[in-house]
């Protein structure tokens, strides 16, 4: 699976959008790309994922460059509860099943 | 509802001693898997498990062992074998196959594990 490469930490205001950066430069063409977010002492939870286009669901959009080596993770109006950190990832399939977490953006929302 | 439990939600043990940690799902998956967590770092593979009677080990099985007797349970055994068990250990599953299956990993509250 792709690595991927994510900014350590992010601040957002209370109500406006954040946008998380990912870069998977070496993404193959099969390869999926997969946002999870983890709230302190929990286990990640599944935010959205997307191959090629774009993707929209009731929690976030996922913007994937046409080339595919980067995307971009939006919260349109990020709320305290927000505050987390947020995986992205890479991977064969829809049922390789196997994710490889990195270190993630740890998003701190602020009042 | 639906979901995956894992118990106890915290354990302290003592250096040496075998601890087990449990998790149910009742999702109808067939896939389960454990990973650990340590502080400000990500998650990493240790087994996972994608029918009943097998497993495969994950990036870091040394000092862990698990079984897989049922399609709703994964126990993960902490071995006194494994030199750095105090830690933060999540379980998860998913469905296999093409049906239905967006690759979604449903995770449950993970175990905090202290050894003394």
């Known amino acids: 699976d792709a690595k991927t490469t994510q900014p350590p930490s992010m601040d957002c205001a209370e109500g406006r959008a954040a946008n998380l950066p990912c870069n998977h430069s070496?993404?193959?063409?099969?390869?999926?790309v997969y946002w999870y977010r983890q709230i302190h002492s929990q286990g990640p939870q599944y935010i959205i994922h997307?191959?090629?286009n774009n993707e929209t669901n009731e929690m976030a959009s996922l913007i994937i460059t046409e080339d595919r080596k980067s995307s971009t993770l939006i919260l349109p109006h990020a709320t305290l509860r927000d505050t987390a950190v947020y995986y992205c990832?890479?991977?064969?399939?829809?049922?390789?099943?196997?994710?490889?977490f990195g270190a993630g953006t740890i998003l701190r929302v602020k009042s | 509802d639906g979901g995956i439990t894992q118990s106890p939600k915290y354990l302290f043990r003592k250096e040496g001693q075998n601890v087990t940690l449990s998790c149910e799902q009742n999702?109808?998956?067939?896939?389960m898997y454990w990973y650990r967590q340590d502080p400000g770092q990500g998650l990493r593979l240790i087994y996972y498990?994608?029918?009943?009677?097998?497993?495969q080990k994950g990036d870091i099985a040394e000092g862990y062992s698990v079984s897989r007797e049922k399609k709703e349970s994964f126990p993960l055994t902490v071995t006194s074998a494994q030199k750095n068990p105090t830690a933060f250990y999540l379980c998860?599953?998913?469905?296999?196959?093409?049906?239905?299956?967006?690759?979604?990993?449903?995770f449950g509250e993970g175990s905090r594990l202290t050894v003394l």
């Open positions: 998860a599953s998913s469905i296999i196959g093409l049906k239905d299956n967006t690759g979604e990993l449903f």
């Open positions: 070496t993404i193959s063409g099969n390869e999926y």
């Open positions: 997307g191959l090629k």
């Open positions: 990832i890479v991977r064969v399939a829809l049922y390789g099943n196997k994710l490889v």
């Open positions: 999702l109808n998956h067939d896939a």
């Open positions: 498990s994608q029918i009943v009677n097998d497993f």
